[in-house]
């Protein structure tokens, strides 16, 4: 039997309700940690409450502070706790070496798993190191990783380094373990696109657009793919959509024209264009375009004042 919406309003407000209550007794629970702080306890356990307190909290920069002050107490760091909240918090602030530096320490201390392997690939991949990225990645399959966030960083990294194919590959191991997830089903529609699979990537978007998916690029990429397969009245109904949805640049307007000479309705095919050249002036593709457009419309214009003598 399906949920309603009342129970899934009523579950969800359960879950902001029980959130809220673990985030009060975090709070009490750092309170009474500062409170022996204030006492002049220094201890290497009591910096690490406070630090993974804050963490929880996503008070990142704070609980570096008293991570790196349990760090300095030199004790066994067991099972690399300390270095992976270390790494935890420094990915978090976007500081992707230092979270590989604590990561790769973690693993001195036994923390050598496939979900650390992992993470170090994920920060390598955040620094535009996709080889290595690839590489721990790989090895973390290899020790047993077989999800679908495995599947669709890998998918994601060669996707960046522009190997459709192989990205589709990954792509689709993450579609596997989630059918329906929109984020990896429209990146297999670009990838199809990218490839000139216009059919299939066309079919891609549609099933996203099933799934909830309501966006400037969805309508936009279906534009682009019925452009492709000159169904251009239907790609200007989604250009029209897109716009609705707050698209208004360049590209858009260089599509809109596009597809309205296609229907050989110069005048609205030039009125897209004089507002793209308000942007950049200088493109060579539009002013190409233009040319050829004013060209068209004189010719009509001509033909116009041909049958009126007649």
Known sequence: MFRGYEEDELM????????????????EELKSYKELEKQGEKSYWLYCNIGGCLSRLEEMEEAV????KAEAQNEYDENGWLSTQLAFNYKALKKYKLAIYYLKKSQKYGRDDYLIISEIGWNYS???NFQKAIEKYMLSIELGRDDYWIYSEMGLVYEKMGDYKKALNYYYGAKYHLNEDIWVNSH???CLERLGEIDRAFKSLLFVEEQGRDDVWLYSQIAWCYSKKFQHDKAIKSLDKAKEKGREDFWILCEYSWNYSMLKEYDKAIEFMEKAKKIKSNDEWLLKQMKIVEKKIKENNNDEKSMEKE
Do not use: D, S, T, V
């Open 126 to 128: 955040q620094l535009g």
């Open 188 to 190: 297999i529609a670009w």
């Open 65 to 68: 502070e008293y991570l790196l």
């Open 12 to 27: 969800e407000n359960e879950l902001i309700e029980r959130r809220r209550k673990e985030k009060e007794e975090l709070k």
